[in-house]
């Protein structure tokens, strides 16, 4: 069967390139020729101008701090580049939706999720893309851990969702908050799944992982958002541990003050920097899911405590305890892999019976 994912892929996000990556692996592994939607789109119109001084003054901080570190920026870029390259297929750019409505690539079945694909306010040009809105009308429809992030539909955005979702064999959603809220508005059933990183075990990740330039013990931190405890969490753990701090740095400037700061980690180092890690603390959901995968003991500190896709999961496996609330209380309960592997391994034989309910 020839199958299309459509997802975001094109920040040099850790997180967003790992997820394309599992879901695009996994459907290959099952027999299917799938490919990855690509698009072209003019920079000018992703983005929406903004004339706040502090923006302003940030973007020139960052202008400035890339002009500094150009050569590693660029090693990163390339690195990701290298990695779609040699490990996804896509299919040609497509600039508009009139693009590729015009001429949309020939496949029985298509497939949205999982970063922010129903968020309306992302990239709104290309927003039926992901909910499909375009292509052989007999096609397989269904999403696979969708996500939404901001679920502040107007009605006319509500009722669009809602007929292009008539149209899908099966709609899963990554949290299940989000399986309310699509619910409430369409009356169609949903179910919630983990997100595709999940889809590959530690021994598939440690596959393509490479060694690390660092070694020894260390304390790993990963931010992609901004988040003042962050410090504060890690000056009290290596004070503890006497751990020297590692931070991966996917932006120009430095989130912390850490013992070394990356700049140019490619996706396979990544991978490398958390299987060899001691500790890991982030602010990130894809981090978190990482440290996860690879058994580590991670201190999470998500954007809002009372109800978000880090506690979500964290939840799931039983690890609320690492939950960062305050660096005055750091958990160091012993954690249980064994069990937390277990809920894991149920969750990902849960998600592949879907796809193979989905398209064999």
Known sequence: MKTLTVTF?????????????????????????NLV?????????????????KVILRNAYMYVCGKIRKKELQMLYKSFADFKKNHV?????????????????????????????????????MIPSRFLDFG??????????????????????????????????GITLREKSACDFIESFSGLHTESL???????????WNAIAKQPRIQGPYILCYQVLSNKLMQ???????????????????????????????FDVSPEEFLGLYS?????????????????????????????????????????VGLEDYVVKSEKKLSNTSIDWDRVNLIIDGERNRAIQFLHQMIG
Not at 9 to 33: D, R, V
Not at 137 to 142: E, Q, T, Y
């Open 37 to 53: 939607l690509e698009t072209e789109l003019d920079p000018s119109k992703r983005k929406n101008k903004s004339y706040n001084p």
């Open 232 to 262: 504060k969490v890690v000056n009290k753990l290596q004070k503890d541990t006497g751990y020297p701090v590692v931070s991966i740095c996917n932006v120009s400037f430095k989130w912390i003050r850490a013992d070394y700061s990356f």
């Open 276 to 316: 060899n890690a001691s500790y890991i603390v982030t602010t990130s959901f894809h981090g978190t899911a990482f440290g996860i995968i690879f058994n580590k003991k991670t201190y999470t500190i998500p954007r809002n405590i009372s109800s978000n896709r880090i506690c979500d999961l964290m939840n799931l």
């Open 194 to 204: 983990l997100d595709p990183v999940f889809l590959f075990e530690k021994k598939e």
């Open 136 to 169: 052989n009308p007999d096609a397989i429809r269904f999403s696979y851990a969708a996500s939404i992030e901001n679920m502040h539909y107007s009605e006319e955005q509500k009722e669009y969702a809602k007929e292009q979702l008539k149209k899908f064999k």
């Open 89 to 125: 297929n896509f299919t040609v750019p497509y600039t508009s939706m009139d693009d590729l409505r015009n001429n949309p690539p020939d496949v029985d079945a298509m497939i949205t999720g999982s970063d922010q694909v129903w968020n309306m306010t992302t990239i709104p040009s």
């Open 9 to 33: 892929h094109h920040s040099h996000n850790y997180g967003a390139l790992f997820q394309m990556f599992a879901l695009h692996s996994k459907i290959k592994s099952m027999g299917h020729e």
